[in-house]
């Protein structure tokens, strides 16, 4: 069946970091995939997603590509700040838009 | 998308009693999730609530523990029966999108002593 693999963490980072959380997946077909975060104390909310090969997801400068040759989305932010300490989960959906995750990484960027 | 109310947005329950549940959702959907976050976990499915007919539960999650209602295509209730302190967990529903994704309810933190 579909799963999606997630880098573990927890990531800890100093402010204005570079950031990379790793995502591959398994799937048949050609999955939806998608990051989600939960920020302390709520629930989860979109961040990005990405609906085809290539197409790459964007969002308060979190970007990641959906590789269908290496089968990863990762999940990449140039310049971390405090206030992106969360956790984020790696997710797919098939065609049927059945929701698979990943595992969840929690960062925590230190001022 | 959707936007989901869900609460209570917390509790603390004595062991024994029951929690309900509850979402609602601002447009009419289909289809209902409810997943449980135990501590430092993902997100596990526990049923899959459609109106008009039983929800779908999945492996290790049984009716008499998690009785679900969905009374009409924009509400449902989850309840946490006999509560143990296994139980202590978040509580997320969730609805589908009309493209691909799911939107989330801000989740009902719960704990059990």
């Known amino acids: 069946g579909n799963s999606v693999t997630q880098m573990e963490g927890p990531v800890t980072l100093s402010e204005e970091a570079f950031l990379t959380i790793n995502c591959t997946y398994t799937?048949?077909?050609?999955?939806?995939l998608f990051w989600y975060v939960q920020y302390p104390g709520e629930g989860l909310q979109l961040l990005l997603k990405?609906?085809?090969?290539?197409d790459k997801g964007s969002n308060k400068g979190f970007e990641a590509t959906y590789r269908k040759e290496t089968t990863s989305f990762h999940l990449e932010k140039g310049s971390v700040q405090v206030s992106d300490s969360a956790v984020y989960f790696c997710?797919?959906?098939?065609?049927?838009?059945?929701?698979?995750f990943g595992a969840g990484t929690r960062l925590t960027v230190k001022p | 998308s959707a936007v989901i109310s869900q609460k209570p947005s917390r509790d603390i329950c004595q062991r024994g009693t029951s929690l309900t549940i509850q979402c609602q959702v601002d447009?009419?959907?289909?289809?209902m999730f409810w997943y449980r976050q135990q501590p430092g976990q993902s997100l596990t499915l526990i049923a899959t609530a459609n109106q008009g007919s039983e929800a779908t539960y999945e492996s290790g999650f049984v009716i008499d523990k998690f009785p679900i209602s969905r009374p009409n295509l924009t509400f449902s209730t989850l309840t946490v029966s006999n509560m143990s302190p296994e139980d202590s967990s978040i509580y997320l529903c969730s609805v589908p999108d009309r493209v691909p994704g799911y939107t989330f309810g801000s989740g009902t933190r719960l704990t059990v002593v």
């Open positions: 447009s009419q959907v289909t289809m």
């Open positions: 990405a609906t085809k090969a290539d």
């Open positions: 997710a797919l959906s098939d065609q049927n838009n059945d929701m698979r």
């Open positions: 799937a048949t077909g050609y999955p939806s």
